[in-house]
C-alpha cells in the first residue's frame, strides 16, 4: 500500500512540475489581426491599429505583450489551468506572402517592416516564436497540425490555443478526435473572424480576446490583380465610394472592403481557396445543394494522370480564344455552359491545386515562383471543372466585362431555391441570398444571346 501511495505522490509531482499552455496561430490568417486596440488597455496608446505591423520589431514585441498579457489574464480566471503555467506560443506564416499583401493594402510602408515584426515578436517573450514557412500552400498548416497532435498528449501542457477560425480546412483535423472528452477539453479554438462553417459545429470551447484579433478579415482591393496584366481584372469589388469588409462567414455588408486575406496570397489561389460564400461546397444533406440539382450523374473516379485521355494544349486554348463576347438584349456578357456541378469532383479537382491562372489563360505572372501546380496534364473534363470553378469568384467588372480570356463569374452560378421562393433583401435571388458573395446585379441575367460584341485588342 504504501509503495502505491508514493507512486501516486512521484506521479502527481511530475504531473505538476513545469505546467504550461501552447497558442498556435496561423499567421497567414491571423496575425494581421494583431492591430485592434485590446479592451483591457486602461489607456490603448493613440494610433494603436496598423501602426503595430508597420512599427517592425518594436510591434512585434508589443503585440507579444499583448497576446501574453490576455493570456495570463485568462489562466487566472480559469480555475482547471495552474496560475503558474508558461505560456508558449508559436506563429507559423509565409512571410513574403504576407509582406506582400500588407504592403499592398497599405498597412505597411516597407515589405521589410513584417519580417522585422515577426523578429520583434519572437524576442518580446522567451517562449514566442515566430516562424517562417516560407512559399508554399498548406506549409502553415502543416505544421500547426503536427505540432497539435505532438502537445495535445503531452501531461504537462494544461491547454492548446488554435488560431485558426479563418479556415474551414483545420476541421479535417480536429473532427477526427471530437467526440473524445480528453482531447476536446484540451483544445480551445482561438477567434479572431467568425469561425467558418465547419469549425463551427465542432464541440470544441472558445475564446475571444476582444480586441487583440481582428473580426474581420484584411482588404485587399487589388488582391488578385497585383502581378497581372493589366486587361485581367480581379474578381468584384462593390460599387460603393469605400471599400467593403467581408466577415468571416464571407457575406459582404455595407462597411465592408471586399476581401479576406488568404492564407498564401497568390493569383493562384483565385478561385481555389476556401470559396467561403459559397456553402454548398460543404453542404448539410438537409440543405439545397448544387450537386442534388445536376442533371448529370457524378463522374466516374478519374484514373490516375499517365493513364489519362491527352491533355488539352495551353497553345490550343491560346489559338481558339475568342474574338467576340456573347450578350443578352441588356447587353449583358453571357458565359459559356460551365460544367454540371458535381462537389466530389470540384474537391477533388481542387485538391490537385492547379494554377487557375496558367491553366484557363496562359499567362500566370508567378512563374516559377507560383505555389500552385503547373506540370500536372488536365484532362478536358477536368479544366471544364476548373472553369467552373473560377467562374465561383464574381468579376470586378461584372457583367460589361471585355476581358475574352476573363476567368471570372459574371453572373451568379447558384440555382434559385427549390422551393421557388427567394430573399428579396439586396435583389439576390440564388439559393444563398442575402449571404451570397455575387452582386445582386449579377442575379437573374438572362442566359438568351441575342448578340456578339466584336473585341479588337
Same mark, same amino acid.
Given at each position: 500500500?504504501?509503495?502505491?501511495?508514493?507512486? %501516486?505522490?512521484?506521479?502527481? &509531482?511530475?504531473?505538476?512540475?513545469?505546467p504550461?499552455?501552447?497558442?498556435?496561430? #496561423?499567421? #497567414?490568417g491571423?496575425?494581421?489581426?494583431?492591430?485592434g486596440?485590446?479592451?483591457?488597455?486602461?489607456?490603448?496608446?493613440?494610433?494603436?491599429?496598423?501602426?503595430?505591423?508597420?512599427?517592425?520589431?518594436?510591434?512585434?514585441?508589443?503585440?507579444?505583450?499583448?497576446?501574453?498579457?490576455?493570456?495570463?489574464?485568462?489562466? #487566472?480566471?480559469?480555475?482547471?489551468?495552474?496560475?503558474?503555467?508558461?505560456?508558449?506560443?508559436?506563429v507559423? &506564416? %509565409?512571410?513574403?506572402?504576407?509582406?506582400?499583401?500588407?504592403?499592398?493594402?497599405?498597412?505597411?510602408?516597407?515589405?521589410?517592416?513584417?519580417?522585422?515584426?515577426?523578429?520583434?515578436?519572437?524576442?518580446?517573450?522567451?517562449?514566442?516564436?515566430?516562424?517562417?514557412?516560407?512559399?508554399?500552400?498548406?506549409?502553415?498548416?502543416?505544421?500547426?497540425?503536427?505540432?497539435?497532435?505532438?502537445?495535445?498528449?503531452?501531461?504537462?501542457?494544461?491547454?492548446?490555443?488554435?488560431?485558426?477560425?479563418?479556415?474551414?480546412?483545420?476541421?479535417?483535423?480536429?473532427?477526427?478526435?471530437?467526440?473524445?472528452?480528453?482531447?476536446?477539453?484540451?483544445?480551445?479554438?482561438?477567434?479572431?473572424?467568425?469561425?467558418?462553417?465547419?469549425?463551427?459545429?465542432?464541440?470544441?470551447?472558445?475564446?475571444?480576446?476582444?480586441?487583440?484579433?481582428r473580426?474581420?478579415?484584411?482588404?485587399?482591393?487589388?488582391?488578385?490583380a497585383?502581378?497581372?496584366?493589366s486587361?485581367?481584372p480581379?474578381?468584384?469589388?462593390?460599387?460603393?465610394?469605400?471599400p &467593403?469588409?467581408?466577415?468571416?462567414?464571407? %457575406?459582404?455588408?455595407?462597411?465592408?472592403?471586399?476581401?479576406?486575406?488568404?492564407?498564401?496570397?497568390?493569383?493562384?489561389?483565385?478561385?481555389?481557396?476556401?470559396?467561403?460564400?459559397?456553402?454548398?461546397?460543404?453542404?448539410?444533406?438537409?440543405?439545397?445543394?448544387?450537386?442534388?440539382?445536376?442533371?448529370?450523374?457524378?463522374?466516374s473516379?478519374?484514373?490516375?494522370?499517365?493513364?489519362?485521355?491527352?491533355?488539352?494544349?495551353?497553345?490550343?486554348?491560346?489559338?481558339?480564344?475568342?474574338?467576340?463576347?456573347?450578350?443578352?438584349?441588356?447587353?449583358?456578357?453571357? #458565359?459559356?455552359?460551365? &460544367?454540371?456541378y458535381?462537389?466530389?469532383?470540384?474537391?477533388?479537382?481542387?485538391?490537385?491545386?492547379?494554377?487557375?491562372?496558367?491553366f484557363?489563360? %496562359?499567362?500566370?505572372?508567378?512563374?516559377?515562383?507560383?505555389?500552385?501546380v503547373?506540370?500536372?496534364?488536365?484532362?478536358?473534363?477536368?479544366?471544364?471543372?476548373?472553369?467552373?470553378v473560377?467562374?465561383?469568384?464574381?468579376?470586378?467588372?461584372?457583367? *460589361?466585362?471585355?476581358?475574352?480570356k476573363?476567368?471570372?463569374?459574371?453572373?451568379?452560378p447558384?440555382?434559385?431555391?427549390?422551393?421557388?421562393? *427567394?430573399?428579396t433583401?439586396?435583389?439576390?435571388?440564388?439559393?444563398?441570398?442575402?449571404?451570397?458573395k455575387?452582386?445582386?446585379?449579377?442575379?437573374?441575367?438572362?442566359?438568351?444571346v441575342?448578340?456578339?460584341?466584336?473585341?479588337?485588342?
Amino acid at each position: 500500500m504504501k509503495a502505491i501511495e508514493a507512486e %501516486n505522490r512521484a506521479f502527481r &509531482a511530475c504531473w505538476d512540475r513545469d505546467p504550461f499552455v501552447v497558442i498556435l496561430i #496561423d499567421g #497567414d490568417g491571423m496575425i494581421v489581426s494583431l492591430i485592434g486596440t485590446p479592451t483591457w488597455l486602461a489607456r490603448p496608446p493613440q494610433a494603436f491599429s496598423d501602426a503595430l505591423l508597420n512599427a517592425g520589431a518594436m510591434g512585434g514585441k508589443q503585440a507579444a505583450d499583448h497576446l501574453h498579457a490576455c493570456m495570463a489574464r485568462f489562466i #487566472d480566471d480559469n480555475e482547471n489551468i495552474p496560475r503558474t503555467s508558461k505560456i508558449v506560443t508559436r506563429v507559423y &506564416a %509565409n512571410l513574403q506572402g504576407l509582406a506582400d499583401i500588407c504592403f499592398k493594402v497599405g498597412i505597411i510602408d516597407d515589405r521589410s517592416r513584417i519580417e522585422e515584426f515577426a523578429r520583434g515578436f519572437t524576442r518580446g517573450k522567451h517562449l514566442f516564436d515566430f516562424v517562417d514557412v516560407g512559399p508554399g500552400k498548406d506549409r502553415a498548416d502543416e505544421k500547426i497540425i503536427e505540432t497539435l497532435k505532438l502537445y495535445v498528449g503531452n501531461i504537462h501542457c494544461r491547454q492548446i490555443f488554435f488560431g485558426c477560425s479563418h479556415d474551414n480546412g483545420y476541421a479535417r483535423v480536429l473532427e477526427e478526435d471530437a467526440q473524445d472528452s480528453f482531447f476536446n477539453t484540451r483544445i480551445t479554438l482561438l477567434e479572431g473572424v467568425p469561425f467558418e462553417k465547419e469549425l463551427q459545429e465542432l464541440p470544441f470551447q472558445s475564446q475571444k480576446f476582444e480586441g487583440l484579433f481582428r473580426d474581420t478579415k484584411i482588404l485587399n482591393p487589388d488582391r488578385f490583380a497585383y502581378g497581372l496584366p493589366s486587361s485581367f481584372p480581379p474578381p468584384f469589388l462593390p460599387p460603393t465610394g469605400r471599400p &467593403a469588409l467581408m466577415n468571416g462567414n464571407g %457575406n459582404n455588408t455595407p462597411e465592408s472592403s471586399a476581401y479576406g486575406l488568404s492564407r498564401n496570397p497568390s493569383v493562384s489561389t483565385v478561385a481555389s481557396n476556401d470559396l467561403s460564400g459559397f456553402a454548398v461546397l460543404t453542404p448539410q444533406s438537409t440543405a439545397p445543394t448544387w450537386a442534388n440539382r445536376a442533371a448529370a450523374p457524378p463522374p466516374s473516379k478519374s484514373p490516375p494522370p499517365s493513364k489519362s485521355p491527352p491533355p488539352t494544349k495551353l497553345t490550343q486554348a491560346r489559338d481558339t480564344t475568342p474574338t467576340t463576347i456573347p450578350r443578352n438584349r441588356a447587353g449583358q456578357r453571357v #458565359d459559356p455552359q460551365s &460544367a454540371n456541378y458535381n462537389k466530389d469532383e470540384v474537391n477533388r479537382v481542387k485538391n490537385i491545386k492547379m494554377c487557375n491562372v496558367h491553366f484557363l489563360r %496562359n499567362e500566370c505572372p508567378f512563374g516559377a515562383h507560383c505555389t500552385h501546380v503547373h506540370t500536372y496534364k488536365p484532362t478536358r473534363g477536368e479544366l471544364e471543372t476548373l472553369k467552373l470553378v473560377a467562374r465561383m469568384a464574381p468579376c470586378i467588372n461584372g457583367s *460589361s466585362c471585355e476581358d475574352l480570356k476573363c476567368i471570372y463569374g459574371h453572373r451568379c452560378p447558384a440555382p434559385d431555391p427549390k422551393n421557388g421562393s *427567394s430573399s428579396t433583401k439586396g435583389g439576390k435571388t440564388c439559393i444563398f441570398a442575402d449571404k451570397c458573395k455575387f452582386p445582386p446585379e449579377l442575379h437573374g441575367i438572362d442566359t438568351n444571346v441575342v448578340k456578339r460584341i466584336v473585341i479588337r485588342n
